[in-house]
């Protein structure tokens, strides 16, 4: 019912930027949460960066003053700006989402957007 597909990722050089799309089909009751969640070979998924129906957002520390997460209600898309990336942010974005009870539920998910940083 709830479909994600992320867009934007690609091939850039150490210190650039890339944003990152996350188009959103079907309906979830609010409360609710988006994030963004990336994945490198030999390493867990961790989440990037959460966010509420009330734009609350929250960043994991290794990108905290670099990373962006937004969304555009109107087009039902979230957002992911991402600046002065390094090495270690390559990994496979995906977006997720779901309904809130005290904490965020990851019930959707996309198909993943690669994002490689590189010289």
């Known amino acids: 019912q709830v479909q994600l597909v992320e867009s934007g990722g690609g091939s850039v050089e150490i210190g650039g930027s890339l944003k990152l799309s996350c188009a959103a089909s079907g309906y979830i009751r609010n409360p609710y949460c988006m994030a963004w969640f990336r994945q490198a070979p030999g390493k867990q998924r961790e989440v990037v960066a959460t966010?509420?129906?009330?734009?609350?957002?929250i960043y994991v520390n290794s990108v905290k003053g670099r990373f962006t997460i937004s969304k555009d209600n109107a087009k039902n898309t979230l957002y992911l700006q991402m600046t002065s990336l390094k090495v270690e942010d390559s990994a496979m974005y995906y977006c997720?989402?779901?309904?809130?009870?005290?904490?965020?539920?990851?019930?959707?998910w996309g198909q993943g957007t690669q994002v490689t940083v590189s010289s």
């Open positions: 997720a989402a779901g309904g809130t009870t005290w904490r965020c539920q990851w019930t959707y």
């Open positions: 966010i509420n129906e009330q734009d609350t957002d």
